[in-house]
């Protein structure tokens, strides 16, 4: 059986996501969703899996992955400690991922839109109604302010992230803030943060 035809049974719908989150903020209980997309892919299977040998060679090299030996590992924990992993159903190599690194298909699943969904759908504003949100990542402070302003969701901070090894600083600004919920946009470090 393929990745896909194993993963499909499992991807939840936009509205089971909503309600995932719904229920752990009603109840007090931590919650994740993070992406695996392309690049995370690349990063982690780049020098591990062959087919990736030569992708250090492309237009990423100089964003991420001068950062793979350094950080990893600690990208394949941030995946293997998500809560629900949003995946591209149709990216072959996220298979050849997941068998390398014996992942475990046993948790919830989404299609890699539902984040675009939430936003579009309106449901993530109904989720963070009278929330506090702190957001992470470049621009995003300016980008979601008036949206947080128009549903009544209190911003609460924000700051951007200057790659891998401004982490550290990142971690350090979200332990000093009471929030409700993090809406991080920051490519692969988020999976660390």
Same mark, same amino acid.
């Given at each position: 059986m393929t990745f896909r035809e194993l993963l499909m049974p499992k991807l939840l719908s936009i509205k089971e996501v909503a309600?995932?989150?719904?229920?752990a903020m009603d109840e007090n209980k931590p919650i994740s969703l993070a992406s695996v997309g !392309?690049?995370?892919?690349? /990063? #982690?299977? @780049?020098?591990? %899996? =062959?087919a990736f040998d030569n992708f250090y060679e492309s237009a990423f090299k100089d964003l991420f992955y001068q950062h793979i030996q350094a950080y990893r590992d600690e990208v394949l924990n941030g995946i293997l400690a998500v809560d629900i992993l949003?995946?591209?159903?149709? /990216?072959?190599p996220t298979n050849d991922l997941f068998e390398h @690194?014996?992942?475990s298909m046993d948790r919830h699943f989404c299609d890699a839109s539902i984040g675009r969904g939430l936003h579009f759908t309106g449901l993530l504003y109904e989720i963070l109604k009278k929330k506090r949100?702190? #957001?992470v990542g470049n621009g995003m402070g300016q980008i979601m302010q008036p949206l947080l302003e128009k549903y009544e969701i209190e911003l609460v901070g924000y700051t951007n992230v200057d790659?891998? =090894? !401004? %982490?550290?600083r990142v971690k350090e600004s979200l332990s000093k803030v009471d /929030? !409700? %919920?993090? #809406?991080i946009s920051a490519s692969t470090p988020a999976l660390i943060l």
């Amino acid at each position: 059986m393929t990745f896909r035809e194993l993963l499909m049974p499992k991807l939840l719908s936009i509205k089971e996501v909503a309600e995932k989150f719904r229920q752990a903020m009603d109840e007090n209980k931590p919650i994740s969703l993070a992406s695996v997309g !392309d690049g995370e892919v690349y /990063f #982690l299977a @780049h020098k591990v %899996l =062959p087919a990736f040998d030569n992708f250090y060679e492309s237009a990423f090299k100089d964003l991420f992955y001068q950062h793979i030996q350094a950080y990893r590992d600690e990208v394949l924990n941030g995946i293997l400690a998500v809560d629900i992993l949003e995946v591209n159903s149709c /990216f072959s190599p996220t298979n050849d991922l997941f068998e390398h @690194h014996s992942m475990s298909m046993d948790r919830h699943f989404c299609d890699a839109s539902i984040g675009r969904g939430l936003h579009f759908t309106g449901l993530l504003y109904e989720i963070l109604k009278k929330k506090r949100v702190f #957001l992470v990542g470049n621009g995003m402070g300016q980008i979601m302010q008036p949206l947080l302003e128009k549903y009544e969701i209190e911003l609460v901070g924000y700051t951007n992230v200057d790659n891998f =090894p !401004d %982490l550290p600083r990142v971690k350090e600004s979200l332990s000093k803030v009471d /929030f !409700d %919920l993090a #809406l991080i946009s920051a490519s692969t470090p988020a999976l660390i943060l």
